[in-house]
């Protein structure tokens, strides 16, 4: 029997996550990769028989028209974060997927994002029209590669939030605006969200975007038998602050301040200096703490857009909290991460997990996928490491039937 192939399809497919994730993916496959950073390789994982990376075929939609192997050089040459010659090394696979790779959608995604849009992105499509349009993409790539699933991961710029007043609790509820354009507030994220779960794809949230949040669309994934999972991948500065936060409390230290200043300067950065895109970022970076905590200290989040330093983030925290006799001490860090290095193997990673979740039937949210979020949908846990036992509790409890039966 031949071995099923399961599609990765990326929303912002040429953007540094993206191709610093597809360049990883190629690696992995020629073994030129190793295995640090990969959640799914360590040794608790390694019986669950998760997808080879072989087993992996990407493609997906973007809305600049730029050459990937070239966004994805630009790690190497401006970034000095990947070999060049690695690169080189995965060129044609890149030039493949790239072959893949389709026309997205700008639906309300802000006029930082439009403009970022080249001249080709339909515009004025109704959310029906676009979803539609998405679909066949999906449809197609599926059919033309012969795919037994596709998971699609929204790896595209941040989106303004949406006023959760404004939407609709139940899909029949939503599904009908999707024919009144003004009454409709999804953002692109939505819209593809809800073209893969519709298809039965699943659908995975890396960005703070609505994405799969709503509610209905949770219903949808029910309705359909698919699965879903976001938001925001939790790579850096966060991840830090769900480590630490439970130790202040474990200790009964009571945190009274938390400063986070965060610099960076690739185009994530460029699009999140927009104070609208920005404020989903913040409200993302900002949750966790008071969850872990118990009380809510004085919190101060700042993302600032500083050009020279491309993909390489800088986050410097200031914790100030009061020990025995009410004395006040102070924690500061430093962290220096290569900001899609970080979040490209959390993709693979997501991506490998999800498609055991569909091979164990399971539909609707993927709660045990917490770890890898600052924002995990429907769970309140926020601690890294509670988040991490809930992985390996989901690992555990059951034995994946290997989906690639060999002939
Ligand atoms: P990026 O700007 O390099 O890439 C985003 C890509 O999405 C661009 O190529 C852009 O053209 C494309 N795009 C924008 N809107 C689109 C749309 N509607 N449809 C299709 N494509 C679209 O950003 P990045 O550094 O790759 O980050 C990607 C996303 O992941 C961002 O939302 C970021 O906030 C989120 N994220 C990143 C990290 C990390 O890098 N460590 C961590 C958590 C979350």
Known sequence: MAKLKIGVWLIGARGGVASTALVGLCALKKGLAGEAGLVSQLPEFRQLGLADWGDFVAAGHEIRCVRLVDEAMRMATDNRAIDPGLIAQCAEELDQIDRRVRLGTIHRVGPTIERL?????????????????????????????????????NVASTEPPVDPTLLPRTWPELDRKLDLPDECPLPASSLYAIAALDLGFSYVNFTPS??????????????????????????????????????????GLGVMSWVGHNIFGNLDGKVLDDPANKKAKLASKDRLLAEILGYKPQTLISLEYVESLGDWKTAWDHVHFRG????????????????????????????????????????????????????????????????????????????????????
């Open 117 to 153: 849009a080249a001249p080709e992105v339909p515009v004025g499509e109704s959310p029906r029209e676009a979803i539609r349009r998405l679909q066949a993409d999906l449809s197609q790539f599926a059919r033309h590669e012969g795919l037994e699933h596709v998971i699609v991961v």
């Open 210 to 251: 609505l994405g799969s949040a709503p509610e209905a669309i949770d219903d949808l994934a029910r309705q359909r038998g698919s699965r879903h999972m976001g938001c925001d991948g939790k790579t850096g500065e966060t991840l830090l602050k769900s480590v630490l936060a439970p130790m202040f409390r474990a200790r």
């Open 324 to 407: 025995f006799l009410g004395t006040p001490m102070t924690l500061q860090f430093i962290w220096q991460g290569c900001d899609s290095l970080l979040a490209a193997p959390l993709v693979l990673d997501l991506v490998r997990f999800t498609e055991l979740a569909r091979q164990r039937g399971e539909v609707g949210r993927m709660p045990f996928l917490a770890s890898f979020f600052k924002s995990p949908y429907g769970v309140s846990e926020h601690d890294f490491t509670r988040q991490f036992q809930m992985l390996e509790a989901w690992a555990g409890a059951g034995r994946a039937p290997h989906s690639t039966a060999e002939g």
